[in-house]
């Protein structure tokens, strides 16, 4: 394993893996953060506004008013982000001393798009008062921009930070979650900064997560010299799908050096299929959230870096700006809620990383 330095801190299912073309992020559909505060000045002070109440201990509201949200999260996965997102969001709620029922669906990303529909639709029928969705919203965008320009249930769009520019007319109520391209442009920065010749890029499953990591993450190496990206699979997220494409990268090319890994479960993937064949010391791998299970890897020496986002804000601000609202302060909720991230790698020591942890897991670990 390629270690860096000096930063800071039973059924038996057949999956194929299947080799694609790089895709191409669409540079027209969305606005990412930077231009969104250039062309919409008066966002900066509500964004630091927003951040600092997010930060701090919660303030109980004194509204008796009773809301109902309805959640959908493709939670069905190894990556612990969307569990710990659901408690940290119920907690805050109840922290702030808001009435609500509540309503849950999980899925597995990327491929469940028909329960998802079923799902969303379930959810409207209860006509919640504030419907919370993932970046999967973008496969249901007909049902949502319906949603949109009813103006109901109020939107809320979870691990997406860069607004969409079809509905900027008619956004949602808030965009909240960890921004991908600069938790990739992190990364890129550290692996790139070693010699390497040959990597491969695996993918989440088409589509804005795929688009806004993995296509980050070639154009950084774009004009790096010696450089190759040999080849790039789709694996839907999932763990077993991308050990059977890791395999078939060491098969046809066994002198790897590098995998680019788009999530948690590619990412462990992509480390039992180089242990399997002893490799893990000649190809560097990296994580994309810092969840529990990758944090292991990391202390294990198995995984080389990953971001770590400061999880539990990103529920912690969806709670907020319930409250803000019904006190009648919306125009305190800012449009973009994008939360803290930090680089971990072999550098990083584990009082550094339980540091994070506490920041990161402030109320998914109580």
């Known amino acids: 394993m390629q270690y860096f330095k000096g930063l800071t801190l039973t059924l038996v299912i057949v999956f194929l893996a299947i080799p694609i073309p790089a895709q191409s992020e669409p540079e027209g559909?969305?606005?990412?953060?930077?231009?969104?505060?250039?062309?919409?000045?008066?966002?900066?002070?509500?964004?630091?506004?927003?951040?600092?109440?997010?930060?701090?201990?919660?303030?109980?509201?004194?509204s008796k008013q009773r809301i109902k949200i309805a959640v959908i999260y493709p939670g069905i996965q190894s990556s612990d982000y969307w569990r710990r997102s659901l408690k940290a969001f119920t907690l805050r709620l109840n922290a702030l001393n808001l009435v609500y029922d509540i309503k849950t669906y999980f899925s597995r990303p990327g491929v469940d798009r028909t329960l998802q529909a079923e799902q969303l639709a379930e959810a409207l029928r209860w006509q919640p008062d504030y419907l919370v969705f993932s970046a999967d919203a973008f496969n249901h965008r007909n049902t949502i921009q319906?949603?949109?320009?009813?103006?109901t249930p109020k939107l809320i769009l979870q691990n997406i930070t860069t607004p969409h520019k079809t509905w900027v007319k008619h956004s949602p109520f808030l965009y909240?979650?960890?921004?991908?391209?600069?938790?990739?442009?992190?990364?890129?920065?550290?692996?790139?900064n070693n010699p390497v010749k040959h990597y491969a890029l695996l993918y989440f499953s088409p589509g804005y997560v795929s688009q806004m990591r993995g296509d980050t993450f070639v154009r950084?190496?774009?004009?790096?010299?010696?450089?190759?990206?040999v080849a790039s699979f789709y694996?839907?997220?999932n763990r077993e799908k991308a050990r059977a494409a890791t395999q078939k990268i060491l098969q046809k090319h066994p002198y790897i050096d590098m995998i680019f890994a788009c999530s948690t479960d590619i990412a462990l993937g992509?480390?039992?299929?180089?242990?399997s064949q002893n490799k893990l010391d000649a190809v560097t791998v990296n994580g994309w959230g810092g969840g529990a299970a990758e944090i292991e890897q990391l202390?294990?020496?198995?995984?080389?870096?990953?971001?770590?986002?400061i999880n539990d804000d990103a529920s912690v601000a969806m709670a907020e700006a319930i409250k803000l609202d019904i006190e009648g302060k919306t125009a305190q909720v800012p449009k973009i809620y994008s939360g803290?991230?930090?680089?971990?790698?072999?550098?990083?020591?584990?009082?550094?990383?339980?540091?994070?942890?506490?920041?990161a897991f402030r109320y998914s670990d109580l």
Do not use: C, W
């Open 299 to 309: 202390l294990k020496g198995k995984l080389d870096l990953t971001v770590m986002r």
């Open 146 to 151: 319906r949603i949109l320009l009813k103006g």
């Open 29 to 62: 559909n969305f606005i990412r953060v930077t231009d969104f505060v250039a062309a919409n000045p008066a966002q900066k002070k509500v964004m630091h506004s927003f951040g600092t109440l997010v930060r701090n201990d919660p303030v109980p509201t004194i």
């Open 235 to 237: 694996t839907d997220g």
């Open 220 to 229: 950084q190496t774009r004009n790096m010299e010696g450089l190759k990206k």
């Open 176 to 192: 909240t979650g960890f921004d991908h391209e600069i938790g990739t442009q992190l990364l890129s920065e550290e692996m790139l």
């Open 340 to 359: 803290d991230i930090v680089l971990l790698n072999q550098s990083t020591t584990p009082k550094e990383i339980n540091y994070y942890k506490e920041k």
């Open 270 to 275: 992509a480390i039992d299929e180089l242990e």
